[in-house]
């Protein structure tokens, strides 16, 4: 797919969404603390980007030392942090455009692995560009991780961000690769690389709490017609179990799943008793270079 350039509002749109996302990075990076209630945290940040006028582009991801993405607290969950490392990942939009970064909150004294995922992440920022294979990003993410002595994790990537959909192509992988597309000016990639000191493959868990509409279908069943209602305001972005109001929402998102009208997205996680760190910005690819939208987070640019 051929990428035209970006006309001024959509640019300034992916400005504004990056603002806010950095903004409440901030202050919830400093919030992730032992003792502290997840869903106290993710609510937070889910209320301070509604209340500067932006959207959600997806739930808050607190994902706890070897969970690498797609966990976010239950309605009524009651788990606090501990002395774990915690990869906070925050979507953005403004009218559809997308700002998407992570940072990796530490206590559990593993330092090299936060900052193993925050110099790849660099190297790969310094390395993107038009023209530039998606490949070539990958190697200089590799090459870093792989020098602090960990591993990527190869089975997640980066990826593009269209108007509306936080996951597009370019897929940007965690490693070299020899055959790889070209980035392109016009095109918006999220760049996330994630390190590890297991084996650097994540499978699916069992926890699911994020979801997002896969089609319009009608369905038969009360609670679910009525969740269908509110999930389509969120636009066909993933949404959380506890956005949606009434009793018994798990069964209707149940029904819904059965029905291929949604999808679940399980928590996708290392081996037991690993580490994995994560890091990750959003870029404009101009013509002549990068811009990055997400510029400002404290202890990591």
Request: net charge negative; hydrophobic share 40%; with cysteine.
């Amino acid at each position: 797919m051929s990428h035209g350039p970006l006309d001024d509002d959509a640019v300034e749109s992916y400005r504004e969404a990056g603002a806010v996302l950095v903004e409440a990075m901030n202050e919830a990076r400093d919030m992730v603390e032992p003792g502290r209630s997840q869903l106290e945290v993710a609510e937070w940040v889910e209320d301070f980007v509604r209340e500067q006028g932006a959207g959600l582009a997806f739930p808050v991801n607190l994902s706890v030392d070897a969970e690498a993405s797609h966990a976010t607290p239950g309605r009524d969950d009651d788990a606090t942090f501990g002395e774990e490392m915690v990869c906070l990942d925050i979507g953005v939009h403004v009218d559809g455009y997308i700002a998407d970064a992570a940072v990796t909150v530490d206590h559990t004294g593993t330092t090299e692995l936060v900052e193993a995922a925050e110099m790849a992440l660099e190297a790969a920022v310094d390395e993107a560009g038009p023209g530039v294979p998606v490949g070539v990003v990958g190697n200089a993410i590799e090459e870093v991780i792989r020098g602090y002595g960990y591993t990527p994790v190869l089975n997640l990537s980066g990826h593009g961000v269209e108007r509306y959909d936080a996951h597009t192509e370019p897929n940007v992988p965690n490693r070299g690769v020899d055959r790889s597309v070209a980035l392109e000016p016009g095109q918006v990639v999220a760049i996330e690389p994630f390190a590890t000191d297991g084996r650097g493959k994540v499978g699916e868990g069992t926890d699911e709490e994020i979801y997002e509409l896969e089609r319009q279908r009608s369905v038969r069943d009360r609670r679910a017609r009525q969740a269908l209602e509110e999930i389509e305001t969120f636009e066909g972005l993933p949404f959380a179990a506890r956005w949606l109001s009434g009793d018994r929402v798990g069964m209707a998102l149940r029904r819904l799943k059965q029905a291929n009208v949604v999808k679940g997205y399980p928590v996708l996680k290392e081996a037991d008793d690993t580490l994995v760190s994560q890091a990750e910005h959003t870029l404009v690819i101009t013509d002549d270079g990068v811009e990055v939208t997400t510029e400002g987070i404290h202890g990591f640019d």
